[in-house]
């Protein structure tokens, strides 16, 4: 059995590499290739392509990755792929090196490090969409409160949402988009831009996708009987919203505790490993074995409670 495991590994800690290669050759090869014959088309015609994003694009795989890029002040427009893709070798051949290092596992079974790392990459590209997310539905309430209240004053629709939302904190992830997104669609569309606004709000969230359609329907309708109906349905929103956040802060309690579990059991199994006393268990394929799957385990068990929690939310 034992045997049979020293023949495995170097199999397994291969195909490993080889898979990562393969995503990184993959990448390189479409964003560097197909974009220079994409670009030579573009100068024959005379099309100057804007670095502007696109509405169009709002919530798509490249904008989450520009998203994720773009708290560290890293512009990866039009590399999108690349980039993320550059970022998960850096992650492999860190947490790898890091096995290998700290727990003492031969190169071949620290491959599982690398598959970690790989997956704390996508979870660092994911994450940043749910935070933005998050952060504009934490927001709504004191939105609606405003906008409740100056709709009775101000009936023109597209003012005082701009009004309302100019109030918002400066860097405000809702306030950009009801001033990027909102008063500038209604401005040069009109009415006609409500359905596409609706559609894009509710990718954000089903709250920010119910209060647009809420302000559309005042829109259209318009009247003092229907503003009356929207500050009814208003509060009853802020009220949902509000629990929202509430239970937000609770999962956000509860990851913080999974994390430290995580860091402890980490902690334990690396003073273990480096233990003269356990050396020579170490050695053993299984042990190994069963230390690169918990710590796979661990990983993708945290980011399936994550998402479990977000889904609920």
């Not at 560290?72 to 998960?88: C, G, M, P, T, W």
């Not at 929202?244 to 334990?268: E, F, Q």
């Not at 050396?279 to 799957?293: D, F, G, H, N, R």
Request: aromatic share 10%; glycine share 6%.
């Amino acid at each position: 059995m034992v045997a049979t495991l020293y023949k495995i590994l170097p199999f397994i800690g291969a195909a490993t590499a080889a898979f990562i290669i393969f995503l990184f050759g993959k990448s390189l090869s479409e964003d560097l290739f197909k974009r220079r014959s994409k670009d030579r088309v573009k100068d024959l015609v005379g099309v100057e392509e804007l670095k502007d994003i696109k509405p169009a694009d709002f919530g798509s795989k490249e904008y989450k990755i520009r998203l994720a890029f773009a708290r560290f002040n890293i512009d990866v427009y039009q590399h999108e792929k690349l980039a993320l893709n550059a970022l998960r070798i850096i992650a492999a051949i860190v947490f790898g090196t890091a096995m290998h290092v700290l727990f003492n596992l031969p190169w071949t079974t620290s491959s599982a490090g690398s598959i970690g790392g790989i997956l704390l990459v996508n979870s660092f590209a994911a994450n940043a969409w749910v935070k933005l997310c998050n952060d504009i539905d934490k927001e709504i309430p004191i939105f609606l409160s405003g906008f409740t209240s100056t709709i009775q004053v101000n009936p023109n629709v597209l003012q005082a949402v701009e009004e309302e939302a100019m109030v918002l904190a400066v860097n405000s992830p809702l306030k950009r988009w009801l001033i990027d997104r909102f008063v500038r669609q209604g401005q040069e569309l009109g009415i006609s831009a409500l359905d596409e606004l609706i559609a894009e709000a509710f990718r954000v969230s089903n709250s920010l996708g119910v209060m647009v359609f809420l302000i559309g329907r005042l829109w259209r309708t318009g009247g003092m009987e229907w503003r009356r109906s929207f500050g009814l349905a208003a509060q009853n929103l802020e009220g949902v919203m509000e629990a929202r956040v509430l239970g937000l802060a609770a999962g956000s309690s509860a990851k913080n505790a999974v994390k430290v579990i995580i860091g402890v059991t980490m902690m334990v199994i690396m003073v273990m490993a480096r233990n003269p006393i356990f050396s020579t268990a170490m050695e053993q394929p299984i042990v190994q074995i069963v230390y690169a799957l918990a710590t796979l385990m661990m990983i993708f068990g945290f980011q399936f409670m994550s998402n479990m929690i977000e889904r609920l939310m």
